[in-house]
């Protein structure tokens, strides 16, 4: 069976519920239910795999995530991609670049086929509402394009969701723990030293 997969950063709990109050508020405003039934999230990494490949990907995540430090993520104000998604922007955007970088080695494990290579972000967001009508997208950037908005939070975990094709709902397959470890590097022994 063959999974679809998100590598997220989720908010804390306090964040997550201000980010919440706004999609909610957008939602009402602006008839568009879909904007709160995403939770908020920065994706990482968005992939296609057999279910049979998680525990080598799993593994090779963590090595990976777990030499990371954890590091702040300040987001202010909105943003929006032209006709179609608006977003709370991330301000600081390095640590997640550099993380994502750093998950690089593993695109090789993540390739399903030629149709559906990873996706890996370049450009972090968390979205409040995408796929707009233009009268939606229109009205509601006219709106928060002027709002204010201001939060933070550490990135401690990185979390991988999994959904397989007959299901619509996300489910927890991994959680990774940036532990600022060093790698390991292996040294060969000279025997005739």
Same mark, same amino acid.
């Given at each position: 069976?063959?999974?679809?997969?998100?590598?997220?950063?989720?908010?804390?709990?306090?964040?997550?519920?201000?980010?919440?109050?706004?999609?909610? *508020?957008?939602?009402?405003?602006?008839?568009?239910?879909?904007?709160?039934?995403?939770?908020?999230?920065?994706?990482?990494?968005?992939?296609?795999?057999?279910?049979?490949?998680?525990?080598?990907?799993?593994? =090779? @995540?963590?090595?990976?995530?777990?030499?990371?430090?954890? @590091?702040?993520?300040?987001?202010?104000?909105?943003?929006?991609?032209?006709?179609?998604?608006?977003?709370?922007?991330?301000?600081?955007? !390095?640590?997640?670049?550099?993380?994502?970088?750093? *998950?690089?080695?593993?695109?090789?494990?993540?390739?399903?086929?030629?149709?559906? $290579?990873?996706?890996?972000?370049?450009?972090?967001?968390?979205?409040?509402? =995408?796929? *707009?009508?233009?009268?939606?997208?229109?009205?509601?950037?006219?709106?928060?394009?002027? =709002?204010?908005?201001?939060?933070?939070?550490?990135?401690?975990?990185?979390?991988?969701? =999994?959904? !397989?094709?007959?299901?619509?709902?996300?489910?927890?397959?991994?959680?990774?723990?940036?532990? !600022? $470890?060093?790698?390991?590097? @292996?040294?060969?022994? !000279?025997? @005739?030293?």
């Amino acid at each position: 069976m063959q999974n679809e997969y998100l590598l997220i950063i989720q908010p804390s709990a306090d964040v997550h519920e201000k980010i919440m109050q706004q999609k909610k *508020l957008f939602a009402e405003k602006y008839d568009c239910p879909t904007a709160i039934h995403s939770k908020p999230h920065i994706t990482l990494i968005k992939f296609m795999q057999w279910n049979m490949n998680e525990n080598r990907i799993i593994h =090779r @995540f963590n090595n990976i995530i777990q030499t990371a430090k954890p @590091f702040m993520v300040s987001l202010k104000n909105f943003s929006s991609f032209p006709t179609h998604t608006i977003y709370v922007n991330v301000e600081t955007k !390095n640590d997640i670049v550099s993380l994502v970088k750093s *998950l690089r080695p593993v695109q090789a494990f993540l390739k399903f086929d030629d149709e559906h $290579k990873p996706h890996y972000i370049t450009e972090p967001h968390i979205t409040i509402a =995408r796929k *707009l009508a233009p009268w939606q997208y229109e009205q509601g950037w006219l709106e928060y394009s002027n =709002r204010e908005f201001s939060a933070h939070f550490i990135v401690n975990n990185i979390v991988l969701l =999994r959904r !397989n094709e007959s299901t619509k709902k996300y489910v927890v397959a991994a959680t990774f723990s940036l532990l !600022n $470890k060093q790698e390991q590097k @292996f040294v060969q022994a !000279n025997l @005739f030293a």
